[in-house]
């Protein structure tokens, strides 16, 4: 087998840690995860507490439109030897002797592997926790680890990821505990059945929950902001937006408060930071607040310039707006960054040379989309739109035999579809 050095890869560098655990730089989550695997090999404890899980099939995205197909493996021990890096093979030591660890490094253990998308294996590590008895703060993270693993593998199963939700609450021993379930119960009801009266009832919950912990341990300024933010769901569903800003206002205050005097202490400061500045993008964009909403997403690229899908969600914003050229850039920054949003990031490129009458250059950009994921229907159909009414007879027949070959091709005329639909690809 021939063992590529990843590290020459440009587009693949954001994402390095998805592939094979090595690397150390690119995207903030990338960089997080590198951690973390560093952490596991060492076997290190990690104090602070990262909030955010990358999207459901990131690590399979990256390896089909970076074409690693050796990476792809269902479980860490079927990677082959020869692709491992050494902190792959120390995390497939560490699992193997599963039983024999403390519970901070199972809980180290399962947050790998749910952010490199092993969500069945994750689940089953942590099938035989207790539910019935009072449970620790370690406890209480492997019980909500296991909930995000059950949601993220089967979609449907987000009541049942609610039930371990509710247990970590009902169970847990500490306020800090209790507060963090309350925040997950929250936002869980938020993004998932957009309840709003559950969203208050847990929100009100966890508001208390944060009161308890202020007296007890408030020293964690990240947890307290974090907790803000989820609690901003409920003004946020009554449309009482004058208290969602100043909730969201205090939120940001203590996130640009945290220490960062440590690599980890700066990475769960810069994480919940970046956190904050997509709400408050979201939240300014809500009250019609256009260019402040804009330039909070221009702080978030500054934090974190190597994540993709910053920049395409800058150029989508900017493609709302109108402003196309400018939107070009944003989704031209995405689209080389690589994957996992390079294919769709290449097809909003093509989006925006239509806008400005550059047939030819959305053409390119389309097959382009096509070449890094060849089972793209969006780009597929892009093309039989564009030559449909510019020629190229043979492009346009080459397009329709490969979608043909698909289950359930579209319409062409369905590459109409809105920027808002394609850009949450």
Known sequence: MTVIDLDLIPTVHPVRAYLDLGGSGGALHNRILAHLA???AAGEQVTAVFQSNPVAGLRERVVRESRLDAYAARTPERLVEELRSPRWQRLC?????WDDHPPHLRSLLVNVLIRLGFYGEADKRLRDLPLDRPLDDVEVSLVLQRAIAVYKS???ADERALGLLRHAYEQAVSPRSRLVAAMAITVHHARVDRDARAVGHWAGRALTDLAAFDGAEGDDVILRSAALRACSFAPFFDRRLDEATEMLARCEELARSA??????????RDENLRAVLETRSREAA?????ELSLQRMHDLIALDPADSRAHRDLGYALFKLERFAQALVSFRTAARLGSPFAAVSWTLVAHCHLRLDDTDAALDALMTAIDIDPCSITALRGVLR???????????A???ERLNRLPDPPSPDSF??????ESHV
């Not at 220490?259 to 769960?268: I, K, N, Q, S, Y």
């Not at 809500?286 to 256009?290: A, L, N």
């Not at 564009?386 to 346009?396: A, S, Y």
């Open 38 to 40: 560093a952490a596991t």
């Open 93 to 97: 030591e560490r699992l193997a002797g």
């Open 154 to 156: 089967d979609r449907g």
């Open 259 to 268: 220490p960062g005097d440590t690599v980890e202490r700066r990475l769960a």
């Open 286 to 290: 809500g009250r019609g607040e256009t």
């Open 386 to 396: 564009v030559t449909e009414r510019h020629g190229d007879g043979h492009l346009r």
């Open 398 to 400: 080459w397009a329709c």
């Open 416 to 421: 109409s579809m809105s920027i808002k639909e």
